[in-house]
């Protein structure tokens, strides 16, 4: 993990393999995983939201991005400095 950069939502970690957790539950080469979800233009885990006191550690929630240099994470990063500028704008 990279505790220094936040997890934005993007989806692409989990849609490039599936996590131990849920290789375990789904199988080792289901892809995508079926627990992956889009809520409020955001990728979410579903089997987190569905017990987060019990899958916040194991699926290292909140502990920062896994995949930081990755395309889908760079162009929201890039959407969302966009639009704090253009906000900024007269
Ligand atoms: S690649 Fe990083 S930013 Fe994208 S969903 Fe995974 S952890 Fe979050
Ligand atoms: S179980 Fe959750 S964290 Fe693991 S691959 Fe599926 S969506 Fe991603």
Redesign the pocket.
């Known amino acids: 993990?990279?505790n220094s950069?936040?997890?934005?939502?993007?989806?692409?970690?989990?849609t490039q393999v599936i996590c131990r957790m849920g290789s375990m539950l789904y199988g080792h080469y289901t892809n995508p995983c079926p627990a992956l979800a889009r809520r409020n233009d955001?990728?979410v885990c579903t089997l987190y939201l569905s017990d987060p006191a019990r899958y916040e550690g194991i699926l290292a929630i909140g502990e920062?991005?896994?995949?930081?240099d990755?395309p889908?994470?760079r162009d929201?990063t890039k959407e969302v400095l966009s639009h704090l500028g253009s906000r900024d704008k007269p």
Do not use: A, E, Y
């Open positions: 993990m990279n950069l936040n997890c934005v939502g993007c989806g692409f970690c989990c955001r990728h920062g991005c896994c995949f930081p990755n889908l994470r929201i």
